[in-house]
T-cell receptor, first 115, second 112 residues
Framework: DAGVTQSPTHLIKTRGQQVTLRCSPK?????VSWYQQALGQGPQFIFQYYEEEERQRGNFPDRFSGHQFPNYSSELNVNALLLGDSALYLC??????????????FGPGTRLLVL | GDSVTQMEGPVTLSEEAFLTINCTYT??????LFWYVQYPGEGLQLLLK?????DKGSNKGFEATYRKETTSFHLEKGSVQVSDSAVYFCALSGQALGRLYFGRGTQLTVWP
């Protein structure tokens, strides 16, 4: 049973550039959430996608956008990169019905370095 | 709003020592509580969870009890191993369904 996969594993960009990160959810899952984990911090919620629409959003600027495809995979796009965007970006998948007890399963992450 | 406060690290223990990592939370209503573990260079793995007051989550010798009266979900293990060295995150899922709130993480190092 394939777990959550993410690509690429590492990425180096320069300020002002744009980046796209990709995520495939765990088999059977239809919801994808994205988190940003700065060095030495806990993950911060960016947004969640379900049925190809953004269902919830955390406190991140519009430079952060996403997309979900019919096969439930997802992309995270970040425009006009800033040095502070350097972080580990984690994708998590879960089942669609919103329940407090629902478990999210995380991928290995994409480490983004902005120079 | 919802939040999680986790004991500051790092924590350094000898093998077979007793482990406690404190976690307290602030939330409206009845959140679900989770412990995730992150090994070096990897993503997060679910360690255990509890979904209602007085529930005890357990896995791989780790335990945590959901205490509503003290708004706590402390992680414990009776005898740690070198392989338990990792960063541990406490998290909650509350009224903002589908969104997890994480603590800052506690780095655990176990020496042989």
């Amino acid at each position: 049973d394939a777990g959550v996969t993410q690509s690429p594993t590492h990425l180096i960009k320069t300020r002002g550039q744009q980046v796209t990160l990709r995520c495939s959810p765990k088999s059977g899952h239809d919801t994808v959430s994205w988190y940003q984990q700065a060095l030495g911090q806990g993950p911060q919620f960016i947004f969640q996608y379900y049925e190809e629409e953004e269902r919830q959003r955390g406190n991140f600027p519009d430079r952060f956008s996403g997309h979900q495809f019919p096969n439930y995979s997802s992309e995270l796009n970040v425009n006009a990169l800033l040095l502070g965007d350097s972080a580990l970006y984690l994708c998590a998948s879960s089942l669609g019905q919103l329940k407090i007890e629902e478990t999210q399963y995380f991928g290995p992450g994409t480490r983004l370095l902005v120079l | 709003g919802d939040s999680v406060t986790q004991m500051e690290g790092p924590v350094t223990l000898s093998e077979e020592a007793f482990l406690t990592i404190n976690c307290t939370y602030t939330a409206t209503g009845y959140p679900s509580l989770f412990w995730y573990v992150q090994y070096p260079g990897e993503g997060l793995q679910l360690l255990l969870k509890a979904t209602k007051a007085d529930d005890k989550g357990s896995n791989k010798g780790f335990e945590a009890t959901y205490r509503k009266e003290t708004t706590s979900f402390h992680l414990e293990k009776g005898s740690v191993q070198v392989s338990d060295s990792a960063v541990y995150f406490c998290a909650l899922s509350g009224q903002a369904l589908g969104r997890l709130y994480f603590g800052r993480g506690t780095q655990l190092t176990v020496w042989p």
